[in-house]
């Protein structure tokens, strides 16, 4: 996909959605393991402002890094 219809955040992802299309809720952590989000944020995202998108933004990282850490425990 080009830049010029994709524009990315500072994050790297998509500005439209964090979604990356591997939909699969994690049953133990109630998370999507592709994008990180919850079933609320996952249905309300278009409902959200600019302000609480980056809110849960930044609630991916760390649940990312979270799910990674307790996945490397195992």
Known sequence: MSDKFCTFDKYGRTT?????????????????????RNTDEIEHWSEYTDEQKEQIMIAIDIRKELLCDEVGQS
């Open 16 to 36: 439209g959605t964090p979604c990356i299309r591997i939909c699969q809720l994690d049953e133990k952590a109630g998370i999507c393991v592709g994008c990180y």
